[in-house]
């Protein structure tokens, strides 16, 4: 029997299309109580035991055996040893995707990553001073899929930023250690990385442990247990984001080749079966061929059970009455990813408020923004779109506000503040400002 995927079929112009179109967006974000529970306790267990509980789940999940932390640190010369042992076209793709991913950045922090100050009219300096953090965590997942992708685009913005320390930690289920990922940590400029994940791996990261060194932040995706554990460590330290389940929405005015979008809701379908896959289009023809171009591409994907699935239970293919209302619905849905498949991509670009990134045409595939055009493919995810960005050189630095008051400006100033200070009853607050007055 040949595998189909049949994403639901909406019309905006139905009277019952919003009820399905807000059934069809919803997902439960909401973690099982028992992964709750469980992570709580690995998360005092480090805490508690360090190093001795590292190795213990490290053994339990990993099946990995070690007398020492310490023999779970990667050396700088194992992950050269992986770039060489990697074919010539994986170094130069790792390569040039690192110059991209890094120019970018580099651009990202001369925009907003500066400091900078001023002088008011009486003489008192008033600025901002952005500094890069110390030390941070980057997770990246080993388990049923490796992304060295996923290093580049966390490591390489720490590293931008000025970030001293960028302490890499990645499971290697039985031992087995992915060459393309520690390549990448070495292109990347990874200060120190070690074989140990999930909720473990995040508790030692942010509490420290004999060999561990504590950060001050946390990025990179995981599975349950690791959102869970950095949902739990916040406040502690730093974290992204917690990330759901990827997305992509197509807005398509039919020009695109139906193959071409297609294969691009399949990128996405096919991380796993929570994934979500919408058509916005205005032109019923053009959907069905779109259809037509899912059920025949379909059998010949690796994934296809994953595609059918997701394309199934998550996917939509929306009928809409004009491409403006399409970007209206796009606003509405604020999706991770955003590929504005028209032949005048600028004309609609304008009305789009809510995107973790916008892909202009139809020559940009979101596949080439998860490894090389630049931009970070670390995203808002689930709607968060409407309120955060990206990954960037921002999430690694830090901003203190710089203020050096004149005597000028304190006369100006002081009775300002004691008048606000007496209005709080704050007496000390108020008489600081008033012994510096004349």
Not at 16 to 43: G, M, N, P, Y
Not at 54 to 63: F, G, M
Not at 94 to 115: I, P, T
Not at 327 to 334: E, G, P, T, Y
């Amino acid at each position: 029997m040949t595998l189909t995927a049949t994403p639901l079929r909406l019309s905006t112009a139905d009277s019952q299309f919003e009820a399905a179109f807000q059934a069809r967006l919803h997902w439960a974000a909401d973690t099982d109580a028992a992964i709750e529970a469980s992570v709580a306790a690995i998360l005092r267990d480090v805490q508690q035991r360090g190093d001795a509980a590292v190795l213990e789940y490290t053994a339990r999940w990993d099946q990995v055996q070690a007398q020492a932390v310490a023999e779970l640190e990667l050396t700088q010369a194992e992950l050269k040893a992986a770039f060489d042992s990697i074919p010539a076209k994986q170094r130069q793709a790792l390569e040039a995707a690192a110059q991209r991913v890094r120019s970018y950045h580099e651009a990202q922090k001369r925009a907003c990553g500066e400091s900078w100050s001023y002088r008011d009219e009486h003489g008192s300096l008033l600025g901002q001073k952005v500094t890069p953090l110390d030390r941070v965590g980057i997770y990246v997942p080993g388990g049923k899929a490796t992304y060295p992708s996923s290093v580049l685009m966390n490591a390489i913005p720490a590293h931008v930023a000025g970030v001293g320390e960028i302490i890499m930690v990645v499971p290697t289920p039985r031992g087995e250690k992915n060459a393309m990922v520690l390549a990448a940590a070495y292109v990347a400029g990874v200060t120190r990385a070690f074989t140990i994940g999930g909720a473990q791996a995040v508790a030692a990261l942010a509490h420290g442990t004999a060999t561990i060194p504590a950060v001050h932040k946390i990025t990179g995706p995981g599975n349950a247990f690791v959102a869970a554990a950095k949902r739990s460590v916040f406040g502690t330290v730093g974290i992204d984001m917690i990330a759901g389940p990827s997305e992509i929405l197509v807005l398509a005015d039919g020009s695109t080749p139906p193959d071409w979008v297609a294969m691009d809701l399949f990128s996405q379908a096919e991380h796993d079966e929570l994934a979500q896959s919408i058509l916005l289009c205005p032109d019923a023809a053009y959907i069905a061929a779109v259809q037509e171009s899912i059920n025949r591409l379909l059998p010949g994907m690796p994934r296809k059970d994953i595609i059918a699935k997701s394309l199934n239970d998550r996917g939509a293919l929306i009928l809409t009455r004009s491409m403006q209302e399409a970007c209206d619905i796009s606003n509405r849905i604020a999706p991770e990813h955003l590929e504005v498949s028209s032949q005048d991509p600028h004309r609609w670009e304008p009305l789009l408020k809510h995107a973790g990134a916008i892909f202009l045409g139809a020559f940009t595939s979101e596949s080439l923004g998860d490894y090389c055009a630049g931009p970070n493919h670390v995203l808002p995810t689930s709607g968060t779109a409407r309120f955060s960005s990206p990954l960037g050189v921002y999430d690694f630095q830090k901003r203190s506000s710089i203020i050096e008051v004149s005597e000028a400006g304190a006369q100006v100033l002081g009775p300002i503040a004691a008048e606000l200070a007496y209005g709080e009853s704050l007496q000390a607050h108020a008489r600081a400002a008033e012994m510096r007055l004349k």
